[in-house]
């Protein structure tokens, strides 16, 4: 069974760089045509797709957030991680992370999401 | 980006009875391989999102049958065919047949 679990700091200044790191077990992040994604949920708001990253390292980011975000992966330890920088109090969310399922090229998250992890931007 | 468009936001439910959320699509949902990547999700309070139905109609493992997506084009239901206090939740669409995915607003599914 593949479980995800998201980690990292849960209070960031503003002006800074949010950085949370993605571990996955029962399953390599390498194998399958599987991508790997971050997913945001403001306080009480609906559900913000960031990007995805693929084991060879290969992204796709959202265009509203693709000047700030930086995906990248670890096979190595079976992780991928997000940065986004130059954080607002907009920022504050609970960050997913899930894995993406792929047919003919078109990838969507699927059965496995982590718990999520509440991030706040504040001074 | 592909604006999903979903009614009614808050969706009281007597235990028992049926319930039907729409999604509407700003652009058709079909892709170039004729398939259309329309999912919905359940987030259960205080819990992750969990996928319900893909492809519009197809039930992800586990999912119990009283859950039924249909719909075409831009057009979609997911319909609940008997209320069980374990539905309670927020119901999203999402979209993947466009760059980028993006989600509906969703629907607050409570018992009356």
């Known amino acids: 069974q593949v479980q995800l679990q998201e980690s990292g700091p849960g209070l960031v200044k503003p002006s800074q760089t949010l950085s949370l790191t993605c571990s996955v077990s029962?399953?390599?992040?390498?194998?399958?045509?599987?991508?790997w994604t971050w997913v945001r949920q403001p306080a009480g708001k609906g559900l913000e797709w960031i990007g995805r990253?693929?084991?060879?390292?290969?992204?796709n980011l959202n265009p509203s957030l693709r000047s700030r975000v930086t995906i990248s992966v670890d096979t190595s330890k079976n992780q991928f991680s997000l940065k986004l920088s130059s954080v607002t109090a907009a920022d504050t969310a609970v960050y997913y992370c899930?894995?993406?399922?792929?047919?003919?090229?078109?990838?969507?998250?699927?059965?496995?999401w982590g718990q999520g992890t509440l991030v706040t931007v504040s001074s | 980006d592909v604006v999903m468009t979903q009614s009614p936001l808050s969706l009281p439910v007597t235990l028992g009875q049926p319930a039907s959320i729409s999604c509407r699509s700003s652009q058709s949902l079909v892709y170039s391989d004729g398939n259309t990547y329309l999912n919905w999700f359940q987030q259960r309070p205080g819990q992750s999102p969990r996928r319900l139905i893909y492809?519009?109609?197809n039930r992800d493992s586990g999912v119990s049958d009283r859950f039924s997506g249909s719909g075409s084009g831009t057009d979609f239901t997911l319909k609940i065919s008997r209320v069980e206090a374990e539905d309670v939740g927020v119901y999203y669409c999402m979209q993947a047949t466009h760059w980028p995915i993006t989600f509906g607003l969703g629907t607050r599914l409570e018992i009356k």
């Open positions: 899930a894995r993406s399922e792929c047919t003919n090229g078109v990838c969507s998250p699927s059965t496995y």
């Open positions: 029962g399953g390599s992040i390498s194998s399958g045509t599987y991508y």
């Open positions: 990253i693929y084991a060879s390292g290969s992204t």
């Open positions: 492809k519009v109609s």
